[in-house]
């Protein structure tokens, strides 16, 4: 069983900056994929950004260059900054991580005011 932590969120004003971190209970080589997916009101969740455990990266295309994932695979965790925020960003954003079957974080609420 692998238990996601996240941290970070909150409200932020358009333009501004936010940084999430997730961290697994269970080493995080064992992890193939880590990463975060998000959920706007009434909408679908759907890909914000994954990373490998040999550290490529894969971004939905609404994100691409303003959104950067990282991974520290000693402290078993998965960062995400993200800059140039918009308010179409708004949603709830849960950490993400697959070994022999995906498990997810609580979420964590993100709110970009115009």
């Known amino acids: 069983q692998v238990q996601l932590v996240e941290s970070g969120g909150g409200l932020v004003q358009s333009g501004g900056s936010l940084r999430l971190s997730c961290t697994a209970s269970?080493?995080?080589?064992?992890?193939?994929?880590m990463g975060w997916y998000r959920q706007a009101p009434g909408k679908q969740r759907e890909l914000a950004a994954t990373?490998?455990?040999?550290?490529?990266?894969n971004y939905a295309d609404s994100v691409k260059g303003r959104f950067s994932i990282s991974r520290d695979t000693l402290k078993n965790t998965v960062y995400l900054q993200m800059n140039s925020l918009k308010p179409e960003d708004t949603a709830i954003y849960y950490c993400?991580?697959?070994?022999?079957?995906?498990?997810w974080g609580q979420g964590s609420r993100v709110t970009v005011s115009s």
């Open positions: 269970v080493s995080g080589s064992g992890l193939s994929v």
């Open positions: 990373i490998s455990n040999a550290g490529v990266p």
């Open positions: 993400f991580a697959f070994n022999l079957r995906p498990y």
